[in-house]
């Protein structure tokens, strides 16, 4: 009985593609940067709760990607990339755990510029992993203007704690010039 309880709880993941999909489309066109979202692996199912919980982390990771880290149409036509931006969402299984993996192919993130912003004492010496892991830090943004989008101080720090609030975590990877990779577990 407990077993099909279970299951009467369980969403199909695809049910919130329609929606991410939108939402991709909409942000692109807002911010002049054609971008497409490819997804892997959307036969798994997921708690319809945990599902609910995560459909505004995963909006605002998808916003920041394209903000952030897609480059405009001439930077990516220098750099040799497709015209269209590219994210790719997975989603996968580890053993109990649910792992959803986005990979921007975008301009990826500068260490440099988070040290910039004071969080790092000038004499510390951090790892280039180490140092991404501050875009976590509230109120910590690298945009240049308040927009729609971004700039509002209401960062990653927010999708941090409400993905720690379902029991899971976040991390970040990131390689200059190839792009971010945000995992969710």
């Known amino acids: 009985i407990q077993e099909s309880l279970m299951r009467t709880r369980l969403v199909p993941f695809s049910r919130l593609l329609p929606r991410l999909q939108r939402l991709v489309r909409q ?7 054609p971008t497409e979202l490819l997804v892997n692996n959307t036969e798994g199912e997921l708690d319809r ?13 998808l916003r920041n990607a394209i903000d952030h880290g897609i480059e405009d149409t001439e930077q990516r036509q220098k750099a040799g990339k497709s015209l269209t931006g590219r994210i790719d ?3 996968s299984r ?20 988070i040290r910039e912003k004071g969080l790092i004492k000038s004499d510390q010496h ?18 240049q203007q308040v927009t729609q989008i971004s700039g509002r101080g209401v960062g990653l720090d927010v999708v941090q704690s ?4 379902l029991g899971g975590q976040v991390s970040v990877s990131s390689e200059l ?3 971010s990779t945000f995992t969710i577990r």
Not at 162 to 165: A, G, L, T, V, Y
């Open 89 to 91: 969402l997975n989603i």
């Open 177 to 179: 010039g190839q792009g």
């Open 27 to 33: 942000t692109a066109s807002t911010v002049n940067k």
């Open 49 to 61: 709760n945990i599902l609910e919980k995560l459909v505004s982390p995963l909006e605002h990771m």
């Open 126 to 143: 951090l790892e280039p992993e180490e140092i991404l892991q501050f875009i976590f830090h509230p109120g910590f943004s690298t945009a």
């Open 162 to 165: 409400e993905i720690k609030s």
């Open 94 to 113: 580890q053993g109990t755990d649910v792992l959803v993996s986005f990979k921007d192919d975008g301009k990826g993130i500068d260490p440099t510029i």
